[in-house]
């Protein structure tokens, strides 16, 4: 069965240090997403995206975040300058239709938990 | 905004009864989507049941129910004859019908299901 896969599950880094998380979502999907929780936290969305561009995202997907898709599989988050509170689980998923459109389904991955130190 | 609150952040129900998981919302929106996601560890979340605003009959999904309150902005999910393999964080979720795609959750509610 396909699924949203993501890369890497677990990534530490020093405060103020580039990450990219990445994401293959499923391949006839049109629509990509990435939410984030913070431990303990609600699920939180950050942004969606679609023909290559965003469209929609929330007020913590800041200056220092931006998403790409540079090669039609992979999708990508990349957080330029990284602080301690960005420490969370990010979860990519996608959707054959917006907003999984009547069905409602997203399809998640599994996360990638970014530690910042 | 919309809100999704989840009051039981852990529970634990033994093999084969049945248990069910609390969720309240917040909206003025009249036309909307709800689901519930189940992520067991270290997997993916998958849909487990979802639930249209403008129907009044609640979902199912052969063990897996819902009590959709519209009034009362509540929507549980009862999982009947539990499964070791029930065992997982659930989410509760929210989502507009249109205008946006964005989904809110709760904050989750983590089930363990006991032999």
């Known amino acids: 069965e396909p699924e949203v896969t993501q890369t890497p599950s677990h990534q530490v880094t020093q405060m103020g240090q580039e990450v990219i998380l990445r994401c293959v979502p499923i391949?006839?999907?049109?629509?990509f997403y990435w939410y984030r929780q913070i431990l303990g936290q609600k699920v939180e969305f950050l942004v969606s995206?679609?023909?290559?561009?965003?469209?929609?995202k929330s007020e913590i997907f800041d200056d220092q975040f931006s998403v790409e898709r540079p090669d039609g599989s992979n999708f990508t988050l990349k957080i330029r300058s990284t602080k301690l509170e960005d420490s969370a689980m990010y979860f990519c998923?996608?959707?054959?239709?917006?907003?999984?459109?009547?069905?409602?389904?997203?399809?998640f991955g599994e996360g990638s938990r970014l530690t910042v130190l | 905004a919309q809100t999704v609150t989840q009051s039981q952040p852990e529970m634990s129900v033994q093999e084969a009864e049945t248990v069910t998981l609390s969720c309240t919302y917040d909206?003025?929106?009249?036309?909307?989507?709800l689901f519930w996601y189940k992520q067991p560890p270290s997997r993916q979340m998958i849909l487990v049941i979802r639930?249209?605003?403008?129907?009044?009959q609640n979902a199912t999904e052969n063990r897996f129910s819902v009590n959709f309150q519209k009034a009362a902005k509540s929507f549980s999910l009862k999982i009947s004859d539990s499964q070791l393999g029930d065992t997982a964080m659930y989410f509760c979720?929210?989502?507009?019908?249109?205008?946006?795609?964005?989904?809110?959750f709760g904050t989750g509610t983590r089930l363990k299901v006991l032999a």
């Open positions: 998923a996608s959707s054959l239709l917006r907003g999984g459109s009547n069905t409602g389904e997203l399809f």
């Open positions: 391949s006839n999907h049109l629509y």
């Open positions: 995206f679609y023909n290559n561009e965003i469209s929609e």
């Open positions: 909206t003025s929106e009249n036309n909307y989507y």
């Open positions: 639930q249209e605003a403008y129907k009044q």
């Open positions: 979720a929210f989502r507009e019908r249109s205008g946006t795609y964005k989904y809110i």
